[in-house]
Nanobody
Framework: VQLQASGGGLVQAGGSLRVSCVASRAITSVFNSHVMGWYRQAPGKQRELVALITASGTTTYADSVKDRFTISRDNSRKTISLQMSSLKPEDTAVYYC?????????WGQGTQVTVSS
């Protein structure tokens, strides 16, 4: 599955931002068989899970983003989004979308999110 991320940018602390990811070349049934997610990697740190969503809509969030971030997916458009609110400087990172099915994992190219204090 090829993934293309968009959105991101620079925002002040307390603001909101949305990032999206589309699996443009996947057929819908293939997209629907994947668990989709967002990960992030800050400078000098390991990549970490932000949120996951199954095809049926079950979500999982990292404790650090619970109640601030919302992941969603539109299976018909083969798209996932991450709505981020109440952003903090520590949310600054490159955000990567991810598609996982069994042992197969695909990554998008990453999009920068910078939160200024």
């Amino acid at each position: 599955v090829q993934l293309q991320a968009s959105g991101g940018g620079l925002v002040q602390a307390g603001g909101s931002l949305r990032v999206s990811c589309v699996a443009s070349r996947a057929i819908t049934s293939v997209f629907n068989s994947h668990v989709m997610g967002w990960y992030r990697q800050a400078p000098g740190k390991q990549r970490e899970l932000v949120a996951l969503i199954t095809a049926s809509g079950t979500t999982t969030y990292a404790d650090s983003v619970k109640d601030r971030f919302t992941i969603s997916r539109d299976n018909s458009r083969k798209t996932i989004s991450l709505q981020m609110s109440s952003l903090k400087p520590e949310d600054t990172a490159v955000y990567y979308c991810n598609a996982k099915r069994g042992q197969t994992t695909s990554w998008g190219q990453g999009t920068q999110v910078t939160v200024s204090s």
